[in-house]
């Protein structure tokens, strides 16, 4: 089971994990060294809660890749003002 670390607010990390349709926090200290938004973790479900494993590097890279392509397609089709500049 995959996680995917939305954001770390006040030393707590958002997860969303999205085969449940969870969120889950967790205190930032037990993240894996080098955790950051954006980053994918496998997770393990237990009775009540989940456990982090490890970070998935691959599934990092790959969504990093893909929001850095999508960045800049939308970057490129960025319009340039309709207003002209007085100096």
């Known amino acids: 089971m995959h996680g995917v670390i939305d954001r770390i607010e006040d030393g707590i990390a958002v997860i969303l994990i999205k085969t449940t349709k969870t969120e889950w926090t967790v205190k930032e200290a037990l993240l894996p060294p ?7 973790l496998n997770l393990a479900e237990t009775a009540d809660d989940f456990s982090i494993i490890n970070i998935d590097e691959e599934a990092t890279a790959t969504a990093t ?3 850095n392509t999508l960045q800049q397609k939308l970057q490129s089709k960025k319009k340039h ?7």
């Open 65 to 67: 890749e893909k929001a």
């Open 34 to 40: 080098g955790s950051q938004p954006g980053t994918v």
């Open 81 to 87: 003002s309709k207003f002209k500049r007085r100096d």
